[in-house]
């Protein structure tokens, strides 16, 4: 146990070291995501969004704020996963993960070292921004204090998760920006980020159940727009749960796969 | 000039062709793609095609989808043109050919010209692929006024590389090409027209948009794609859109020379 932890607080100090190296990360911290937040506000004008409008079905139009918002905090916690899977790559690129494999470390503690670490770089920011915007907006109804931690908690976990699992898919291929251009929009579509789920025909639907961020934004939703319940959303935190359970087999049997096919091919550094 | 414009040409096919076969060239294909379906399932499953009163006020047509496909397919069209030109020096820099294309005595508008003509036959190719999409999901071509519509188009890439060139100095200037490049295309999704009609933004925004080529552009190739009208119809449009190229093609060679200057004596002094 202290072996993980210790391993933990290094990838984190590296990650930190790593990606702090200019005052322009700030930029793809806050201006990028506020922007394309803003943005796809305004991609809703166009729309009737009185109180007659289709929309009324699934969100009333004076909470679309708080629903975009919801939505795009999430998916920034999970788009600075695929972000940081993807830097797995100068990993390998730059022979670190060469000497990263020869060390007794446990595989899994690394991945997802690596992912919490660079979910706490990437999203205090906005994270502040969301902070200081949910005090503006109107339409939060919870169930009582406890709903915004859990909420958090959720949206952690599963995330941190998620990104263990991109880690340990990006293990395998050294061009991986190509799984980047598949994963982040389509994410951005189909897992409710900015439409409802509930309004996509049924293949979109099914493509929904395969991105995590779908359970999770439901559920915070549900937590921070409906005040639910603990008793509520217990049949959806299961249901996540399980999800967040089968990824983490998956991602522990897909290391093992790519550590041995690496050293099988002698393909650690380079290439 | 045309020499180095044919051998740019020549050289650049055959590292596209041989290094840098499809991952680019796919993912800008579906980015824009992801626009075209993000628009049509707003519209037809969460809105059920009710529009806001205004919508057709700001916009000069009822047509959101085809409004929006034709954005999403030049917005994208345009990142890839900006990105393509503006990266090449930078791309020179970093595999390490910059000091023997420096050395030579060969026209450095020679070299864009090559550059930029070699993109267009795979980013016209990239447009067309896009357009087709939207074209299945009901973007409407019964309108259109074709040969208005091409001269927009090439006057539009004019603008492009004109600000391509203004960005590579940029870029070469803080040897980054990540920040500066995503920042000015996030910007320009949201203030040049590409999604909603830029009448929705708050005015102080307004002298952002203006100073993107990719607004005028929009706004011209909508008139005679889906309105069918003819050249005079975007007088004002087209010459905004050459006022703003002329000035980047300036500031963008002033820009480009001197910091080539600069980068040489950073890097190989």
Known sequence: MIGWIRLFLAELKKEHRNMFHSRLVYFSLLIWPVIGFITSYYSFKPFSLNDNSPITRFVPPDHLVLFLLTGYLAYLFFWSLVQSAWQM?????????????????????????????????????????????????????????????????????????????????????????????????????????RIPPLAFPIWAKGLALFFPLTYTLHI??????????????????T??????????????????????????????VLF | MLQTAKATFHRNMISMIRAYPWSFFLSHILSGIYTVLFAYFTYTYVFEGVLDSRFSNYAGTNDYLSYVFLGGALFSF????????????????????????????????????????????RTLLE?????????????????????????????????????????GSVMLYFRDTYITQNTLFVTMAFVSGVTFPIGYLPEWVAPLSWMMPLTPALEAFR????EGQGLAASGSQLL????????????????????????????FS
């Open chain 2, 223 to 226: 008139h005679s794609v889906l």
């Open chain 1, 89 to 193: 790559g100068y990993e390998r690129q730059s022979g670190t993960l060469e000497m990263i494999f020869l060390t007794p470390v446990h595989r899994l503690a690394l991945i997802y070292g690596r992912s919490f670490s660079s979910l706490l770089e990437s999203v205090w920011l906005f994270f502040t921004f969301v902070i200081m915007i949910l005090f503006i907006v109107e339409g939060i109804q919870v169930d009582g204090w406890w709903s915004f931690p859990f909420a958090f908690f959720i949206l952690f976990i599963s995330a941190v998760i998620w990104g263990g699992f991109l880690n340990a898919i990006f293990l395998f291929s050294r061009d991986a920006g190509f799984f980047y251009t598949i994963l982040d929009e389509p994410m951005l579509i189909f897992s409710g980020v």
């Open chain 2, 127 to 167: 447009f067309l692929i896009i357009l087709i999409f939207a074209f299945l999901l009901g973007l409407q071509f019964k309108h259109i006024h074709f040969l208005s519509a091409i001269f927009i188009w090439f006057c539009a890439v004019i603008g492009f590389f004109s600000q391509a060139l203004l960005l």
């Open chain 1, 239 to 268: 249901v996540l749960l399980v999800v967040l359970l089968v990824l983490i087999n998956i991602s522990a049997f897909v290391i093992k796969k790519a550590e041995n096919h690496m050293k099988q091919t002698g393909s650690m």
């Open chain 2, 240 to 267: 905004h859109l050459s006022f703003l190229s002329f000035l980047y093609l300036i500031v963008g060679s002033l820009g480009i020379k001197k910091t080539e200057k600069i980068v040489v004596e950073k890097i």
């Open chain 2, 78 to 121: 345009a990142v890839s043109t900006l990105m393509n030109v503006s990266r090449s020096l930078i791309t020179e820099q970093r595999e390490g050919t910059l000091e023997a294309l420096l050395l030579t005595p060969s026209s450095r508008k020679g070299y864009f010209l090559g550059n930029v003509t070699q993109q267009i036959t």
């Open chain 1, 220 to 237: 915070i939703r549900m937590l921070v727009m409906e005040a639910a319940t603990f008793i509520e959303i217990l049949p959806s935190f």
